[in-house]
Each structure stands twice: as C-alpha cells, then as structure tokens.
C-alpha cells in the first residue's frame, strides 16, 4: 500500500520551503496542498489546532507541525541523504544554530530591513553580530552541512533567498563578501544548488509581496 505524505503551505513560506527541499532531496513523492492563510482549510485548523499556521506534514495519518521538527521527522524515517549528522554533539549543535537562526538572526535582518535612522543602525549591528558567529561555524565548509546540503542549511536556505529579495526592495546592502565572504558564498553555493534553485518561489512574486510587507513599517519612519 502506497504511502500518505502530504505537505500543507503556502506558495511564499520560507519555513514551509525547507520541507520542500528536504522532501525532494529525500527523492519523496508528496500532495501539496496549498493554504491561503487569510481563509485557512478546516483541514489546516484540524491538524494545527494550536499554532494554526504552515508547514503542516501528514504522513499516513499522523500529524507533524513546525518547520525544524518535521525536518528532523523526515530525515529519522527515511534514511537516505542524511541531513542531520550522526554525530550526538554535532546534531545537538546543529539543532542550537537552527534555533539560533530563528530566534536571533531572523528577527535582527528584518528590523534591519525594515527601520530607519539610529533604529536600523542598531539592527544593522545586531545582525552583523549574528553573522559573525555565522562565518564562524562556515570556516572551511562548502555548506553548514559541510560539502552537501543538510539540516542546518535548510534551517537557513530563507537567508539565500530574502536576503537578496529585501536587498533589492530597500536598498541596503546588508551582506557584502568583504565583510562576510565565507556567508557570501554559501548564499550563493545555496542557491545555486539546482535542486534549491528548482524548487524556489517566483522571484517577482517574492518582490511583490514583500514590498506590500514592508511598506507599512517604510510610511511610518519617512
């Protein structure tokens, strides 16, 4: 009997965009089901009952929320191209920089992008910071994951494609090789990775929808 795996997101997510890479580079076959957060699925609400957001992955009935713990779900039941390392230490590391990612370098390049005056030169600094220890854990590594793509990554991958998109939208150059080179080149390794490069949101879409984001915070600080 064939599997049930299916992934709910939306087009733009970039936290169900990491499932999406790492179901294609587990080889899986999968239903999409695409969700419009402003009018979200009774089945969405039934299986996320408490978050109520994407991604969602169902796997034969079971349920598995939360873009990092169904990464480290999919990479425990199926076992080929490993994301995760086998190594108890490293995989406790790896899982502290994804939480990292989250919790501090996400939170410091969006205000960076998105404030002005003393504000964003303080973001500016704090995301600069995280970078830092970014360009640390990249010394002598292709990927975090060292020459393949894992886990690490794809907690990550939002970095190689936003960075360049909220560049591009406001003007400021938030990551330059001289000042972070070992960064720069994973954004671009990354990225140009053809089974990340397939699979990443309309580029134009992207511009679109994170201009209508900004906006708001852009008119109040002019």
């Known amino acids: 009997m064939a599997e049930e795996l299916k992934l709910f997101r939306t087009w733009s997510s970039r936290f169900a965009l990491r499932v999406v890479h790492a179901l294609k580079i587990k080889g899986l076959e999968y239903e999409t089901i695409l969700e419009d957060l ?13 978050y109520k957001k994407v991604p ?17 779900y999919i990479d425990e039941t199926w076992k ?3 994301l995760l390392p086998q190594d108890p230490y490293e995989k406790a590391m790896a899982r502290f920089w994804a939480k ?17 005056g003393k504000d ?29 793509i894992g886990y690490l990554d794809l907690a990550f991958g939002w970095l190689a494609n936003l960075i360049g998109i909220m560049e591009e939208i406001t ?22 990775d053809p089974v990340i490069k397939e699979l990443w949101p309309p ?6 929808k994170f201009q209508a984001q900004c906006e708001p915070y852009l008119k109040k600080v002019a």
């Open 120 to 148: 964003q030169e303080e973001a500016i600094a704090q995301a600069a910071g995280n970078f830092r220890f970014l360009e640390e854990q990249l010394n002598g590594k292709k990927f975090f994951g060292g020459e393949t």
């Open 38 to 50: 402003k009018n979200k699925s009774d089945k969405l609400l039934e299986y996320n009952p408490i």
């Open 203 to 208: 580029h134009d879409k992207m511009v679109e």
């Open 171 to 192: 003007g400021l150059k938030l990551v330059n090789a001289e000042e972070f080179p070992l960064l720069s080149a994973w954004i671009n390794n990354f990225a140009d």
């Open 80 to 82: 080929q191209c490993p």
């Open 100 to 116: 990292f990612g989250d919790d501090k370098v996400m939170p410091s390049v969006w205000t960076a992008f998105i404030s002005q």
């Open 56 to 72: 969602v992955l169902v796997h034969n009935g079971k349920t598995i929320c939360e873009s990092l713990v169904i990464l480290e």
